[in-house]
């Protein structure tokens, strides 16, 4: 049983390490599910990482949710306030989602 438990401990600790790889591959390659998983590995682990919400912030805006991606981001910054990638992360997923309003405001006023 102790075996077990010490095997179980030394998978959790490498864990952090090849998610966060595997994280950064996936979200490279656009798979957006598998990096979603692995982040949701990595935060379940320390929600409080500023470095791996950061990471999930730059998912959600590479993958489009916008909604996503201002909200990692405000709780990144409810961490560290002057974290500078959290507030670029922020500036552009505000940037994209102006952009979009912009957008679907002009094709409301086109239609008749």
Same mark, same amino acid.
């Given at each position: 049983? *102790?075996?077990?438990?010490?095997?179980?401990?030394?998978?959790?600790?490498?864990?952090? *390490? !090849?998610?966060? #790889?595997?994280?950064? &591959?996936?979200?490279?390659?656009?798979?957006? !599910?598998?990096?979603?998983?692995?982040?949701?590995?990595?935060?379940?682990?320390?929600?409080?990482?500023?470095?791996?919400?950061?990471?999930?912030?730059?998912?959600?805006?590479?993958?489009?949710?916008?909604?996503?991606?201002?909200?990692? *981001?405000?709780?990144?910054?409810?961490?560290?306030?002057?974290? #500078? #990638? &959290?507030?670029?992360?922020?500036?552009?997923?505000?940037?994209?989602?102006?952009?979009?309003?912009?957008? &679907?405001?002009?094709?409301?006023?086109?239609?008749?």
């Amino acid at each position: 049983m *102790a075996q077990a438990e010490a095997i179980a401990q030394s998978l959790q600790q490498m864990l952090p *390490a !090849h998610a966060e #790889e595997l994280l950064e &591959v996936s979200l490279r390659a656009g798979d957006f !599910h598998s990096a979603r998983d692995y982040s949701e590995r990595l935060l379940a682990i320390d929600p409080a990482n500023i470095e791996w919400i950061s990471k999930r912030a730059k998912l959600e805006l590479a993958a489009g949710n916008l909604g996503e991606a201002l909200r990692f *981001a405000d709780k990144g910054l409810g961490i560290d306030s002057e974290n #500078e #990638e &959290v507030l670029e992360l922020r500036a552009a997923a505000l940037k994209k989602l102006r952009t979009l309003l912009a957008t &679907v405001g002009r094709e409301a006023d086109d239609t008749p």
